[in-house]
Structures are given as C-alpha cells and as structure tokens.
C-alpha cells in the first residue's frame, strides 16, 4: 500500500536552531516524487522542496534540505536557522504515478513552533 | 509562478443549501484538478481528482451526489456541495497541474474555503 508517515504531531525548536521534521514512506514503485508543502495558519500550501526517486543528490532550497535516504524509505526535512515565520504545519507528500497523471498522498502533519 | 485562485475564502450558511467553491488557475491551464478536505490539524485527504472535459474521478468513500464536481474547462473547477449539513463543515482546498508536467513540478493549491455549515 501507498503511504506517507509523519511520527511528530508538534515540534519546537528554539529561533535560530535547526529542526529535523521526519517522514518516512511506503510505495512499490520503483519512479515517485517526495515533496514538502508549509502550511500557515491562514491555511494556504507553501511549496518548499521537491526529490525526485532517482535523484543521487539530497535536494536543497536556501534553508531546507530533504535528507533522502532511499533504503530506508524516509525523507526527513532539516530546517536551518529557524526562524519565527517557520511556525507552521508541515506537510510531507508523496506523488504517486507518473507525474502527468499521477497525485499526492499527504502525510498526517507536523506542527512546528519556533520558539524566540 | 502559477497561482491558482479559489472562490469564495470563507462562507457561512445554513443546513441544507448548496454551496458552489470555485477553483480557477489564472495563468495556466489546468488539464487536471484535485479537491481536498481538511479538517482542523489534520492531514489534506483527497476527494476527488478532475480532468477537463470528463468526469471527476472520487476517491473511496467520497459520496459523488453529496460532492459535485465539474471541470468544464481549462481555468476553471468547481466543487459543489449539495444539501450541506453540519458534518460537511472542513476547509476546502483545490489544487490543479498544468498539461505540460516535469516530474519536480509541484500541484498548485488555492488558498481554501472554509465551510461552516449552521
């Protein structure tokens, strides 16, 4: 079965700090997309960052990173140098099919507060 | 980058009237929509996804009468919710993608309507 795991209802971490939201993932599928969405409060979807099944690399946008680790199935989030405006819900989504056809199971969230 | 704008943002009513959300890609043309539920804290669960021009696909356990959904063209989706009760009440949310699709690209989501069904 398809899934997405998120294990951390809440998170805090203190302004400035780095914080590793988890995600880990189930799929038979040998091509899916890993993404990560913010959600404020007002309610709108943030895209933040984006890996690809086959990509070697761990992606990167300014201050996220994904740590893609293929054999474990998980694809954890690191924020860098929180910051007050990080509060937020954090999203952890997997594309399932192919990427004209295909969509998005979420996971069940995180609720991130930054403390100052 | 490509905004989706979603109709009306928040609305109030009483039981048992229809209620129509609008879902309208405004620099893009969407040839697929989804519509989401959320309720408060939770995770967006998917209702139903649409592709302009034919049916909505709905997910298990989505009551098609209950959950309209037309995708009559490109820029515009639309969610109705027909006969709305109390329990219908959650926040809404579309999300629509492009014809031409790269596998780093993410869906597009509106802002959200929020539902509260007196």
């Known amino acids: 079965a398809q899934k997405i795991t998120q294990t951390q209802p809440g998170m805090f971490v203190q302004e400035k700090e780095a914080v590793t939201l988890d995600c880990t993932y189930d799929t038979s599928d040998q091509s899916y997309g890993l993404f990560w969405y913010k959600q404020p409060s007002s309610g709108e979807m943030i895209f933040l960052i984006y890996?690809?099944?086959?990509?070697?690399q761990n992606a990167t946008e300014g201050r996220y990173s994904l740590n893609f680790q293929k054999a474990r199935k998980s694809a954890n989030l690191v924020i860098s140098a929180s910051q007050l405006g990080d509060s937020a819900m954090y999203f952890c989504?997997?594309?399932?099919?192919?990427?004209?056809?295909?969509?998005?199971?979420f996971g069940q969230g995180t609720t991130l507060q930054v403390k100052p | 980058g490509a905004v989706v704008s979603q109709h009306p943002s928040w609305v109030i009513c009483k039981s048992g009237t229809s209620v129509k959300i609008e879902c309208r890609s405004l620099?893009?043309?969407?040839?697929?929509m989804f519509w989401y539920r959320q309720f408060p804290k939770q995770s967006l669960m998917l209702m139903a996804t649409?592709?302009?021009?034919?049916?909505?696909?709905?997910e298990q356990g989505v009551e098609k009468d209950k959950f309209l959904i037309n995708h009559a063209s490109l820029t515009l989706s639309t969610l109705t919710v027909t006969s709305a009760h109390p329990e219908d009440s959650s926040f809404y949310i579309c999300s629509a993608r492009g014809g031409q699709t790269f596998s780093n690209q993410p869906q597009h989501f509106g802002d959200g309507t929020r539902l509260s069904i007196l």
């Open positions: 989504a997997m594309r399932i099919g192919s990427s004209n056809t295909g969509k998005l199971i």
């Open positions: 890996q690809g099944s086959y990509d070697e």
């Open positions: 620099d893009f043309q969407a040839t697929t």
């Open positions: 649409s592709n302009e021009g034919s049916k909505a696909t709905y």
